[in-house]
């Protein structure tokens, strides 16, 4: 008989509940093992009412419920990493959904770096984007402005710009309107229609112009070829010293622009020839006098008040009478800061010192600091107060200073008496290369 606590009385095969044989007790058992093993390998998480059905099935045999307790705790081994869990299946699915989290959140942190990075690098490309995009364009609607500033003057300021024809940068100019005249107007655009039609190495090239309006004020509009590599005023702050070889390379370039300026019919000239709008051109080291058609705009707008700049001004230029030969005073005075690399007259205080000294025929200080013989005998050639004493453009090209080195000398072979009708000259091969080079 059983008791009231439900263990069996007594081990007697009759005894025992109907269906409850020893026989059948480990076949059920082993059917226990079964589906766990198969729980195992199929990797399912078993809840804990089933642990429970389990042990109330099983809670008439004490050995088996026994044996089942070690089978379970067999199974707590193997499965659990975390000894101290009291419910293994249920550790290793917190584990695998702790690992699935922390893999959800990696990954949503990977797509939000991903997004971030395309964000910030599509912010940089509108920026460089919005940088050139046009914010002007000519009345042709051939050239365009940008939004970049290249330089700043005291009435003028230098943008970068585009001509869509030939796609090369150009220098976009917006020069401060100092309201002209019609006939003034005219002139300037007869000027600036001539000066369009100038091409030449040592010659910055001017494109077009027009009038615009600023901020509500009207302004005039240059476009000319853009210079990235500074200029000779640049070029003396930065390195102090000028070479002699760079020198004479650079001067023949300069007398070279300004003998085509002059041989232009009627013919050009500059009046406001300074190192400042010299250019030199990074590719090539060679140099190019701009501002033409600034120049051109300061003479027909700028005459009551400021004609040029008074370091580089010849003496006749403030009565309004000169020709060529103010660009030859000019030439002497940038040659003159390019062997000092002193400003001239820098020891004046003002505008009205420096025209006291030069109508009174008064060097600059800096002209005794030229240590050269030949190059101050140039420059003291070129600053004559009188211009009709002054060397013209053609002369200083032919002088033996700015010949341009072809790798060759010529000699007397003999001396010359004066009374042989022929002479015998000595050719020296002095730079076999450049020889070569002019063939």
Known sequence: MATDSG???????????????????LISQEDSLTK??????????????GTSEKKRFFRKSVDITEDDRML????????????????????????????????????????????????EKSEKEMEEEAEMKAVATSPSGRFLKFDIELGRGAFKTVFKGLDTETWVEVAWCELQDRKLTKAEQQRFKEEAEMLKGLQHPNIVRFYDSWESS???????????????????????????VMKPKV?????????????????????????????????ITGPTGSVKIGDLGLATLMRTSFAKSVIGTPEFMAPEMYEEHYD??????????????????????????????????VTSGIKPASFNKVSDPEVKE?????????????????????????????????????????TDSSLALRLWVEDPKKLKKKK
């Not at 869990?85 to 770096?113: I, L, R, V």
């Open 72 to 119: 379970e705790q067999s199974l707590k081994d193997e499965k659990s990493t975390d000894p101290l869990c009291p419910q293994p299946m249920e550790a290793h699915t917190t584990k695998a959904t702790g690992t699935a989290q922390e893999c959800k959140n990696e990954a949503k942190a990977n797509s939000e770096a991903c997004k971030d990075s395309p964000r």
């Open 36 to 49: 766990q093993e198969s729980m195992e390998e199929s990797d399912k998480p078993c809840s804990s009412a």
């Open 378 to 418: 140039i420059i003291e050639s070129c600053i004559r107060q009188n211009k009709v004493e002054r060397l013209s453009i053609k002369e200083l090209l032919n002088h033996a200073f700015f010949a341009e080195d072809t790798g060759l000398r010529v000699e007397l072979a003999e001396e010359d008496h004066g």
């Open 324 to 357: 060529e030969s103010v660009d030859v005073y000019a030439f002497g005075m940038c040659m003159l800061e390019m062997a000092s690399s002193e400003y001239p007259y820098s020891e004046c205080q003002n505008a009205a010192q420096i025209y006291r000294k």
């Open 214 to 240: 600023l901020k509500g004020k009207k302004c005039i509009v240059l476009v000319t070829e853009l210079m990235t590599s500074g200029t000779l005023k640049t070029y003396l702050k930065r390195f102090k």
């Open 7 to 25: 263990e069996p009385a007594s081990t007697d095969e009759s005894d025992k509940p109907a269906g409850f044989s020893l026989q059948n007790n």
């Open 247 to 279: 020198l004479r390379s650079w001067c023949r370039q300069i007398l070279k622009g300004l003998q085509f300026l002059h041989t232009r019919t009627p013919p050009i000239i500059h009046r406001d020839l300074k190192c400042d709008n010299i250019f």
